[in-house]
C-alpha cells in the first residue's frame, strides 16, 4: 500500500486554497447537487469547464489526475457497455426519439440517441470526478470538519473527519509494519506472483490485526481529548476558521446564486419533466 | 428517549466519535488499498468486518456514521470522485449490521450468544443485500440515470460478498472480542 497522497495536511498557497472551510464545502455541496440534479450536457459542460479551471488554479500533480481519471472512465466504459448490452435503446427512452445508425446485430443495434447517453453519460462522471477532486486538493481534514460543522453538521460528526483523516498515515504506518513482519514470516504477497486464494489470505492476516489494533487505541485517544475538554460544550470553534476575506465572500455570494438556480432548475425538472436535450 | 431508541442512537460521547472515525478511515482503507477487484465498483476487502466491530462496541447509528463516512473517505482518499449512491446505501447496510445491542448482544461486556450470532449472521447477510440491491440502484439511477437492473446486477455481487464477509470472519471475531471482553473483568452482576 502506497499513499497517493492527495489528502492535504497544510493549507496551499492558491487563492483557492485560502478560503475558508465553510466556503470550500458550501461551493462544494452545490457544485455537486447541480451535477447531480442535472442530464443537460450544456449544464455539464459548464461544470466540468469551471471544475478544471478551479483545479488547473491549485496547481495540482497532472499525473496522478491522469492516472485517476483513467481508472475513473475504465469503470465508466464497462459500465456503458453492460447498459448497451443489456438495453440498447436506453438513449431513446430518454431522448424520446431513436434513429439507428448502424446494427451489430438483430438485437444489438445502435441508435444516435444511445451514443448521445453515453456521451453525456461520460460528461456526468467527468464533472463530477472533477469537481469531488477539486475538494479533495484544496481542504486539509480540520477545514473539512470545520466547513461541515458551519454548514449544520453537529460538531462531533465533524470531528470524525478530522480524527479520521489525521489518522490516516499512522495507520498506514501500521500497515507496512503488519505486512512487513507477515512477510518475513515466509508470505508471499507480491500481486503477479500469487494465487487469488493465496492473495486473500495474505489481505485477511494483515488487515484482521490492523483491525483488532486500532481499536485498541479508541480508549486512549479519546482520554487524550476528554482530557482538552472535547465534547464539553454543545457548540465549539474551529483555529483554522478565519474571518471572512474578500473572495470568501464573493464565493458565499456565487454560492448563493447558485443554489438559488438549482433549486429553480430542479423545480423546473419535477414540474415539466422536459425530455434529455438533443440538439439533433 | 426510551430503552429501543437510545440503543439505535448509542451513546454518543468521545470513545464513540473516536471509534467511529477510526472505523470510517479504517473502512477506507481497507476499500482503497486492502482489497483485489472483482467488478465494477466491487472488490474484496475486509471493509464490512470494520462496520461489525464499530455495530458491536457502538450500535446501529455509529455503525451506519462509520461505513457512510468510511465510504466518503474511501473515495476521497482513493480519489475517483464521490458516489454517493454508494455512500447512501453503505449507511443502510451499515445500520442493519450494528443492530447487534437492540437484540441483547454487549460484545462489550462480554455478552454474545450463539442465537445472537445466528441473530446476526442472518443480519449481516440481509444488510447489504438490502442496501445495495435496493437502495443504492435506486439512487444510481435517479441520480446517474443508470439501467437498475445493472445497478442491481453490481449490488448483488457486493451484497453476497460483503453479506459472507461479514458473517464468515464477524462471528468468530466478535466470539473473540466477547471471550477477551469477559476475561477482562471478574465483576458478576448481581
Not at chain 1, 426519439?97 to 440517441?113: D, I, S
Not at chain 1, 486464494?197 to 492476516?205: D, F, H, L, N, Y
Not at chain 2, 470513545?15 to 473502512?27: R, S
Request: overall charge positive; glycine content about 8%.
Amino acid at each position: 500500500m502506497t499513499s497517493n497522497n492527495l489528502v492535504r495536511f497544510s493549507p496551499g498557497v492558491t487563492p483557492l486554497h485560502t478560503l475558508c472551510g465553510q466556503v470550500k464545502v458550501l461551493l462544494f455541496i452545490v457544485t455537486i447537487i447541480l451535477t447531480i440534479s442535472t442530464f443537460d450536457c450544456r449544464i455539464l459542460l459548464a461544470v466540468t469547464a469551471v471544475a478544471a479551471a478551479a483545479l488547473a488554479s491549485l496547481k495540482p500533480n497532472w499525473k496522478i489526475i491522469w492516472a485517476l481519471m483513467l481508472v475513473a472512465m475504465g469503470l465508466n466504459t464497462v459500465n456503458l457497455i453492460l447498459f448497451y448490452l443489456f438495453n440498447p435503446h436506453i438513449g431513446c427512452e430518454f431522448v424520446g426519439t431513436c434513429t439507428e445508425l448502424f446494427r451489430f446485430t438483430e438485437r444489438l443495434v445502435m441508435p444516435a440517441e444511445t451514443l448521445w447517453y453515453f456521451a453525456v453519460r461520460t460528461l456526468k462522471v467527468v464533472a463530477m470526478f472533477l469537481v469531488s477532486l477539486w475538494l479533495i486538493f484544496v481542504v486539509t481534514p480540520t477545514q473539512l470538519a470545520a466547513g461541515f460543522n458551519r454548514v449544520g453538521l453537529p460538531y462531533k460528526l465533524s470531528m470524525v473527519f478530522s480524527i479520521a483523516l489525521r489518522y490516516l498515515p499512522d495507520l498506514i504506518k501500521d500497515y507496512k509494519n503488519i505486512s512487513a513482519s507477515i512477510q518475513a514470516r515466509g508470505l508471499e504477497l507480491g500481486r503477479k506472483k500469487t494465487t487469488l486464494k493465496a492473495k486473500i489470505e495474505g489481505v485477511v492476516s494483515i488487515a484482521v490485526p490492523l483491525i483488532l489494533s486500532s481499536f485498541d487505541d479508541v480508549g486512549v485517544i479519546a482520554d487524550a481529548l476528554d482530557l482538552r475538554g472535547f465534547g464539553k460544550n454543545k457548540k465549539r470553534t474551529w483555529y483554522v476558521e478565519t474571518p471572512y476575506g474578500r473572495l470568501d465572500k464573493i464565493c458565499l455570494v456565487l454560492a448563493a446564486v447558485l443554489a438559488a438556480l438549482t433549486a429553480a432548475y430542479m423545480a423546473y425538472g419535477v414540474i415539466v419533466k422536459p425530455p434529455m436535450w438533443y440538439p439533433f | 428517549m426510551n430503552g429501543i431508541g437510545r440503543k439505535l442512537v448509542g451513546q454518543w460521547n468521545t470513545k464513540t466519535v473516536v471509534g467511529v472515525a477510526l472505523g470510517a478511515i479504517l473502512m477506507a482503507i481497507m476499500m482503497v488499498y486492502i482489497q483485489i477487484p472483482i467488478f465494477t465498483q466491487v472488490q474484496f476487502s475486509l471493509a464490512p468486518v470494520v462496520i461489525v466491530i464499530v455495530g458491536a462496541l457502538f450500535g446501529p447509528l455509529p455503525a451506519a456514521i462509520a461505513a457512510c463516512f468510511g465510504n466518503f473517505l474511501a473515495d476521497m482518499i482513493g480519489g475517483w470522485g464521490f458516489w454517493f449512491d454508494w455512500t447512501i446505501g453503505h449507511f443502510f447496510c451499515g445500520f442493519i449490521t450494528g443492530l447487534l445491542p437492540v437484540y441483547g448482544a454487549k460484545v462489550g461486556e462480554g455478552v454474545f450468544t450463539n442465537k445472537q450470532a445466528a441473530t446476526f449472521a442472518v443480519l449481516a447477510f440481509v444488510a447489504p443485500l438490502i442496501a445495495f440491491c435496493g437502495i443504492t440502484p435506486l439512487f444510481t439511477m435517479m441520480w446517474y440515470q443508470g439501467e437498475l437492473e445493472i445497478g442491481m446486477v453490481q449490488g448483488v455481487i457486493a451484497g453476497v460478498k460483503d453479506g459472507l464477509m461479514a458473517a464468515i470472519i464477524g462471528v468468530p471475531l466478535l466470539k473473540m472480542m466477547a471471550k477477551k471482553n469477559r476475561l477482562k473483568t471478574n465483576l458478576t452482576e448481581e
